[in-house]
């Protein structure tokens, strides 16, 4: 079986077995697709699954960005708890539907979300910053530098 697709119609790898592991396959399985009758739950919990958070660290700090698009910095709470746990959350509020508009596509997220992080012993927790331009949330977390350990050279007698 082969897993690269062809673009010159050959039929080969052409069973649904086969396709299921196809890794270039653009037909991507969705299970809300199946219950249209819960279409507030799938617009509530998407936030979750939407807010993409990118975490580098430097000589210096960790940073996260977080893309927050059309948020204000009032409906986003960054918070460090004591076990050494970033927690980025808030809310992105529903728009209501008026009588007179009619909705043909609702594609933003809203709802609520929340992001945790568990941060390396180097983290200086004391220190946090927290940032917020043009929809993307920059959190820096200074790191402290790694003491290393004294060595002390014993000679070996004989």
């Known amino acids: 079986m082969s897993l690269i697709p062809s673009f010159f119609g050959n039929k080969r790898g052409s069973s649904a077995s086969d396709r299921i592991f196809d890794p270039f396959l653009l037909d991507v399985w969705d299970p809300f697709r199946t ?3 819960f279409p507030e739950l799938f617009r509530e919990n998407s936030a979750l699954v ?3 958070v990118d975490w580098k660290e430097t ?3 960790h940073v996260f960005k977080a893309d927050l698009p059309g948020l204000k ?3 986003v709470k960054v918070e460090v708890e004591d076990d050494r746990v970033l927690q980025i959350s808030g809310e992105r509020s529903v728009e209501k539907e ?5 909705w043909h596509r609702v594609e933003r997220s809203s709802g609520k979300f929340v992001r945790r992080f568990r941060l390396p012993e180097n983290a200086k927790m004391d220190q946090v910053r927290a940032a917020m331009e043009n929809g993307v949330l920059t959190v820096t977390v200074p790191k402290e530098e790694v003491k290393k350990p004294d060595v002390k050279r014993i000679e070996i007698s004989s």
């Open 50 to 52: 939407t807010t993409r």
């Open 35 to 37: 219950f249209p009758q």
């Open 59 to 61: 000589p210096e700090a």
């Open 98 to 102: 008026e009588k007179d508009e009619a």
């Open 73 to 75: 910095k009032e409906e």
